[in-house]
Protein backbone atom coordinates (compact mmCIF):
# COMPACT_ATOMS: atom_id res chain seq x y z
CA UNK A 1 0.00 0.00 0.00
CA UNK A 2 1.49 3.58 -1.23
CA UNK A 3 0.28 6.79 1.08
CA UNK A 4 -0.29 10.01 -1.65
CA UNK A 5 -1.59 13.31 -0.07
CA UNK A 6 -3.10 11.18 3.44
CA UNK A 7 -4.89 8.95 1.01
CA UNK A 8 -3.72 5.17 1.74
CA UNK A 9 -4.04 3.43 -2.11
CA UNK A 10 -4.14 -0.34 -1.95
CA UNK A 11 -1.54 -2.17 -4.36
CA UNK A 12 -3.42 -5.24 -4.28
CA UNK A 13 -6.81 -7.19 -4.10
CA UNK A 14 -6.02 -8.43 -0.52
CA UNK A 15 -4.75 -4.74 0.85
CA UNK A 16 -8.29 -3.58 -1.24
CA UNK A 17 -10.71 -6.24 0.58
CA UNK A 18 -8.54 -4.91 3.79
CA UNK A 19 -8.79 -1.23 3.69
CA UNK A 20 -12.88 -1.63 2.95
CA UNK A 21 -13.35 -4.12 6.01
CA UNK A 22 -12.27 -0.75 8.15
CA UNK A 23 -13.93 1.56 6.32
CA UNK A 24 -16.97 3.69 7.83
CA UNK A 25 -20.48 1.35 6.93
CA UNK A 26 -23.37 2.37 7.83
CA UNK A 27 -24.16 -0.68 9.86
CA UNK A 28 -20.87 -0.64 11.71
CA UNK A 29 -18.92 -3.98 12.48
CA UNK A 30 -19.11 -5.55 16.39
CA UNK A 31 -16.58 -3.32 18.42
CA UNK A 32 -13.47 -5.11 19.36
CA UNK A 33 -12.00 -4.88 22.55
CA UNK A 34 -8.01 -5.12 23.19
CA UNK A 35 -7.07 -6.34 26.64
CA UNK A 36 -3.26 -5.36 27.81
CA UNK A 37 -1.12 -5.09 31.10
CA UNK A 38 0.80 -2.67 32.40
CA UNK A 39 4.31 -2.37 33.28
CA UNK A 40 3.80 -3.64 37.46
CA UNK A 41 0.67 -6.34 37.54
CA UNK A 42 -0.55 -8.26 40.32
CA UNK A 43 -1.73 -11.86 40.44
CA UNK A 44 -5.84 -10.50 40.96
CA UNK A 45 -5.35 -7.95 37.97
CA UNK A 46 -3.31 -11.04 35.90
CA UNK A 47 -7.02 -13.43 36.51
CA UNK A 48 -9.35 -10.62 36.38
CA UNK A 49 -8.15 -9.65 32.46
CA UNK A 50 -8.40 -13.39 31.26
CA UNK A 51 -11.81 -13.34 32.95
CA UNK A 52 -12.57 -10.28 30.83
CA UNK A 53 -10.95 -11.73 27.84
CA UNK A 54 -12.99 -14.91 28.41
CA UNK A 55 -16.30 -13.15 28.46
CA UNK A 56 -15.48 -10.80 25.54
CA UNK A 57 -14.70 -13.61 23.39
CA UNK A 58 -14.23 -13.92 20.59
CA UNK A 59 -14.05 -9.97 19.63
CA UNK A 60 -10.65 -9.25 22.04
CA UNK A 61 -7.15 -9.27 21.27
CA UNK A 62 -5.42 -10.14 24.47
CA UNK A 63 -1.96 -8.83 24.89
CA UNK A 64 0.46 -11.03 27.24
CA UNK A 65 2.95 -8.82 26.73
CA UNK A 66 3.44 -5.83 29.56
CA UNK A 67 2.90 -2.38 27.79
CA UNK A 68 5.19 0.36 29.90
CA UNK A 69 2.31 3.27 29.69
CA UNK A 70 0.02 5.32 31.70
CA UNK A 71 -3.60 6.17 29.99
CA UNK A 72 -4.05 9.27 31.87
CA UNK A 73 -0.81 10.86 31.02
CA UNK A 74 -0.09 9.39 27.87
CA UNK A 75 -2.41 7.56 25.02
CA UNK A 76 -0.54 7.58 22.04
CA UNK A 77 0.68 3.71 22.37
CA UNK A 78 -3.12 3.06 22.98
CA UNK A 79 -4.14 4.88 19.87
CA UNK A 80 -1.79 3.07 17.90
CA UNK A 81 -2.63 -0.34 19.15
CA UNK A 82 -6.04 0.13 18.48
CA UNK A 83 -5.40 1.70 14.67
CA UNK A 84 -3.31 -1.30 14.03
CA UNK A 85 -5.67 -4.15 15.15
CA UNK A 86 -8.94 -2.03 14.82
CA UNK A 87 -10.09 -1.89 17.95
CA UNK A 88 -12.42 0.83 19.68
CA UNK A 89 -12.27 -0.57 22.97
CA UNK A 90 -9.89 -1.18 25.95
CA UNK A 91 -9.08 -2.60 28.96
CA UNK A 92 -5.57 -2.11 30.82
CA UNK A 93 -4.98 -3.61 34.08
CA UNK A 94 -2.00 -2.24 36.60
CA UNK A 95 -1.57 -2.40 39.99
CA UNK A 96 1.15 -0.44 42.16
CA UNK A 97 0.86 0.50 45.93
CA UNK A 98 -1.24 4.17 45.32
CA UNK A 99 -3.63 2.31 43.17
CA UNK A 100 -3.56 -1.28 43.95
CA UNK A 101 -5.23 -3.73 41.48
CA UNK A 102 -6.37 -1.09 38.91
CA UNK A 103 -8.43 -1.50 35.80
CA UNK A 104 -9.42 1.00 33.07
CA UNK A 105 -12.34 1.01 30.90
CA UNK A 106 -12.19 3.14 27.69
CA UNK A 107 -13.07 3.21 24.52
CA UNK A 108 -11.96 5.20 21.42
CA UNK A 109 -13.44 7.65 18.24
CA UNK A 110 -12.06 7.99 15.04
CA UNK A 111 -8.64 6.08 17.10
CA UNK A 112 -8.29 9.07 19.69
CA UNK A 113 -9.47 8.39 23.68
CA UNK A 114 -13.41 9.66 23.82
CA UNK A 115 -13.57 8.63 27.37
CA UNK A 116 -11.76 6.70 30.47
CA UNK A 117 -13.16 5.37 34.17
CA UNK A 118 -10.45 4.08 36.10
CA UNK A 119 -12.05 1.24 38.66
CA UNK A 120 -10.33 -0.46 41.57
CA UNK A 121 -11.15 -4.03 42.32
CA UNK A 122 -11.53 -4.69 46.09
CA UNK A 123 -13.31 -8.03 45.98
CA UNK A 124 -12.70 -10.67 43.24
CA UNK A 125 -14.11 -14.17 42.63
CA UNK A 126 -12.71 -15.36 38.94
CA UNK A 127 -14.30 -18.69 36.75
CA UNK A 128 -11.78 -21.05 38.28
CA UNK A 129 -13.69 -20.03 41.48
CA UNK A 130 -17.04 -21.45 40.34
CA UNK A 131 -16.83 -24.87 40.27
CA UNK A 132 -19.67 -25.45 37.89
CA UNK A 133 -20.55 -25.44 33.60
CA UNK A 134 -19.69 -22.05 32.28
CA UNK A 135 -21.48 -20.26 29.60
CA UNK A 136 -20.71 -21.21 25.61
CA UNK A 137 -18.40 -18.85 23.83
CA UNK A 138 -19.60 -15.81 22.04
CA UNK A 139 -22.79 -16.57 23.69
CA UNK A 140 -24.80 -12.44 23.57
CA UNK A 141 -25.36 -11.90 27.89
CA UNK A 142 -28.56 -9.52 29.22
CA UNK A 143 -27.48 -7.20 30.86
CA UNK A 144 -29.09 -5.38 33.97
CA UNK A 145 -28.66 -2.29 35.34
CA UNK A 146 -29.77 -1.89 39.26
CA UNK A 147 -29.43 1.36 41.43
CA UNK A 148 -30.67 4.91 40.57
CA UNK A 149 -27.28 6.14 40.38
CA UNK A 150 -26.99 4.98 36.31
CA UNK A 151 -29.72 7.75 36.06
CA UNK A 152 -28.69 10.81 38.09
CA UNK A 153 -24.92 10.78 37.99
CA UNK A 154 -23.03 11.78 35.03
CA UNK A 155 -19.79 9.47 35.48
CA UNK A 156 -21.80 6.39 36.15
CA UNK A 157 -24.25 7.23 33.54
CA UNK A 158 -21.43 7.51 31.35
CA UNK A 159 -19.80 4.20 32.56
CA UNK A 160 -23.31 2.49 31.92
CA UNK A 161 -22.76 3.49 28.77
CA UNK A 162 -19.32 2.17 28.49
CA UNK A 163 -20.25 -1.52 29.84
CA UNK A 164 -22.98 -1.62 27.36
CA UNK A 165 -20.48 -0.85 24.46
CA UNK A 166 -18.10 -3.37 25.67
CA UNK A 167 -20.63 -6.27 26.49
CA UNK A 168 -23.46 -6.33 24.30
CA UNK A 169 -21.70 -8.23 21.69
CA UNK A 170 -23.17 -8.76 18.10
CA UNK A 171 -26.90 -6.74 17.35
CA UNK A 172 -28.87 -10.00 16.19
CA UNK A 173 -32.71 -9.35 14.68
CA UNK A 174 -34.02 -11.92 16.92
CA UNK A 175 -32.90 -14.51 19.37
CA UNK A 176 -34.53 -17.72 20.57
CA UNK A 177 -35.14 -18.44 24.68
CA UNK A 178 -32.81 -21.25 25.03
CA UNK A 179 -30.26 -18.43 23.91
CA UNK A 180 -31.13 -15.96 26.90
CA UNK A 181 -28.77 -18.01 29.02
CA UNK A 182 -26.34 -15.38 30.37
CA UNK A 183 -27.07 -12.62 32.31
CA UNK A 184 -24.59 -9.80 34.13
CA UNK A 185 -25.98 -7.82 36.73
CA UNK A 186 -24.62 -4.57 37.45
CA UNK A 187 -25.56 -2.88 40.47
CA UNK A 188 -24.57 0.73 41.81
CA UNK A 189 -24.78 1.20 45.43
CA UNK A 190 -23.03 2.95 48.63
CA UNK A 191 -20.39 4.51 45.35
CA UNK A 192 -19.20 1.11 44.61
CA UNK A 193 -19.95 -0.85 41.54
CA UNK A 194 -20.82 -4.55 41.93
CA UNK A 195 -20.86 -6.78 38.94
CA UNK A 196 -22.03 -10.68 39.08
CA UNK A 197 -22.27 -13.03 36.22
CA UNK A 198 -25.32 -16.00 36.29
CA UNK A 199 -26.55 -18.91 34.18
CA UNK A 200 -30.21 -18.92 33.36
CA UNK A 201 -31.60 -22.57 33.62
CA UNK A 202 -34.85 -23.42 32.31
CA UNK A 203 -36.78 -26.26 34.60
CA UNK A 204 -40.10 -27.89 34.14
CA UNK A 205 -42.78 -26.32 35.98
CA UNK A 206 -45.56 -28.63 34.91
CA UNK A 207 -46.94 -25.90 32.08
CA UNK A 208 -45.71 -24.31 28.68
CA UNK A 209 -43.49 -21.53 30.32
CA UNK A 210 -40.71 -22.92 32.02
CA UNK A 211 -39.52 -21.76 35.67
CA UNK A 212 -36.17 -20.44 35.66
CA UNK A 213 -33.24 -20.37 38.45
CA UNK A 214 -30.37 -18.38 38.66
CA UNK A 215 -26.87 -19.62 38.82
CA UNK A 216 -23.85 -17.73 39.99
CA UNK A 217 -21.14 -18.73 37.26
CA UNK A 218 -18.44 -16.05 38.03
CA UNK A 219 -16.62 -13.41 37.51
CA UNK A 220 -17.82 -11.15 40.48
CA UNK A 221 -16.05 -8.18 41.16
CA UNK A 222 -16.38 -5.53 43.79
CA UNK A 223 -15.65 -2.11 42.23
CA UNK A 224 -15.25 1.54 43.21
CA UNK A 225 -14.76 4.33 40.84
CA UNK A 226 -11.18 5.97 41.26
CA UNK A 227 -9.91 9.05 38.04
CA UNK A 228 -12.02 9.67 35.22
CA UNK A 229 -11.44 11.26 31.75
CA UNK A 230 -14.87 11.93 30.22
CA UNK A 231 -15.42 13.46 26.42
CA UNK A 232 -16.82 16.90 26.05
CA UNK A 233 -20.89 16.80 25.56
CA UNK A 234 -20.18 18.15 21.78
CA UNK A 235 -17.47 15.26 21.10
CA UNK A 236 -19.87 12.89 22.76
CA UNK A 237 -22.70 13.49 20.55
CA UNK A 238 -20.37 13.85 17.64
CA UNK A 239 -19.38 10.46 18.08
CA UNK A 240 -23.23 9.13 18.52
CA UNK A 241 -24.13 10.36 15.69
CA UNK A 242 -25.88 8.37 13.20
CA UNK A 243 -26.05 8.75 9.29
CA UNK A 244 -29.33 9.37 7.23
CA UNK A 245 -29.49 6.35 6.40
CA UNK A 246 -30.01 4.31 9.73
CA UNK A 247 -32.91 7.23 10.68
CA UNK A 248 -36.31 6.20 10.62
CA UNK A 249 -38.55 7.63 7.90
CA UNK A 250 -41.45 9.62 9.48
CA UNK A 251 -44.70 8.03 7.23
CA UNK A 252 -47.76 9.39 7.07
CA UNK A 253 -51.07 8.78 8.58
CA UNK A 254 -48.98 6.11 10.94
CA UNK A 255 -48.24 6.18 14.38
CA UNK A 256 -46.92 4.20 17.66
CA UNK A 257 -48.59 3.86 21.24
CA UNK A 258 -46.24 3.22 24.34
CA UNK A 259 -46.65 -0.57 23.70
CA UNK A 260 -45.58 -0.41 19.89
CA UNK A 261 -49.12 -1.01 18.37
CA UNK A 262 -48.89 0.58 15.38
CA UNK A 263 -52.20 2.79 14.47
CA UNK A 264 -53.34 4.33 10.74
CA UNK A 265 -55.51 7.34 9.97
CA UNK A 266 -57.40 6.70 6.68
CA UNK A 267 -59.16 9.93 4.93
CA UNK A 268 -61.88 8.97 2.74
CA UNK A 269 -64.19 11.27 0.75
CA UNK A 270 -67.81 11.99 1.42
CA UNK A 271 -69.98 9.21 0.99
CA UNK A 272 -73.94 9.66 -0.68
CA UNK A 273 -75.62 7.57 1.61
CA UNK A 274 -78.66 6.81 -0.38
CA UNK A 275 -76.57 4.82 -2.88
CA UNK A 276 -75.41 3.02 0.14
CA UNK A 277 -76.33 -0.51 -0.36
CA UNK A 278 -77.31 -2.06 2.76
CA UNK A 279 -78.30 -5.76 3.83
CA UNK A 280 -81.80 -6.84 1.80
CA UNK A 281 -84.46 -8.00 4.71
CA UNK A 282 -88.45 -8.42 3.77
CA UNK A 283 -89.44 -5.23 6.57
CA UNK A 284 -87.59 -3.24 4.39
CA UNK A 285 -88.70 -3.95 1.22
CA UNK A 286 -90.50 -1.29 -1.09
CA UNK A 287 -94.34 -1.49 -1.32
CA UNK A 288 -96.71 -0.46 -4.73
CA UNK A 289 -98.76 1.60 -2.30
CA UNK A 290 -101.10 1.81 0.41
CA UNK A 291 -103.82 -0.84 -0.02
CA UNK A 292 -107.06 -0.06 -1.19
CA UNK A 293 -110.32 0.28 0.76
CA UNK A 294 -113.07 -2.02 0.48
CA UNK A 295 -115.49 0.40 -1.35
CA UNK A 296 -113.28 1.28 -3.96
CA UNK A 297 -111.89 -2.78 -4.53
CA UNK A 298 -115.82 -3.39 -4.88
CA UNK A 299 -116.00 -0.77 -7.73
CA UNK A 300 -113.05 -2.16 -9.45
CA UNK A 301 -113.87 -5.59 -9.74
CA UNK A 302 -117.32 -4.38 -11.41
CA UNK A 303 -115.74 -2.19 -14.18
CA UNK A 304 -113.93 -5.34 -14.93
CA UNK A 305 -116.99 -6.94 -15.48
CA UNK A 306 -119.31 -4.71 -17.62
CA UNK A 307 -116.05 -3.46 -19.83
CA UNK A 308 -117.05 -5.01 -23.30
CA UNK A 309 -114.99 -7.44 -25.07
CA UNK A 310 -112.06 -5.61 -27.53
CA UNK A 311 -112.87 -9.33 -29.41
CA UNK A 312 -115.95 -10.07 -30.54
CA UNK A 313 -117.13 -13.21 -32.11
Given at each position: ?7 T ?38 HA ?14 Y ?8 F ?6 E????K ?5 FV??S ?40 IP ?10 G ?5 D ?28 H ?5 A ?9 Y???L ?9 I ?13 R??HL ?13 K???PT??K ?31 L ?6 P ?19 N??
Amino acid sequence: MTQLDNVTRPKSQRSKRFLDGRAPKVAENVKNAMIMKGGNTSETITHALKDLYALKKPNAVLYKKKNITRPFEDSTSLEFFSKKTDCSLFVFGSHNKKRPNNLIFGRLFDFHVLDMMELGIEKYSGLMDFKNSKIPEGTKPMLVFAGDAFDTDNELRRLKSLFIDFFRGQAVPAVRLAGLEHILHITALEDKIYLRSYRSLLKKSGCRTPRIELEEIGPAFDFVVRRTHLASEDLYKTAHRQPKALKPTKKKNISHDAFGTKFGRLHMQKQDLTKLQTRKMKGLRKRRGPPPAQGEETQAKASKTESPDPNPT
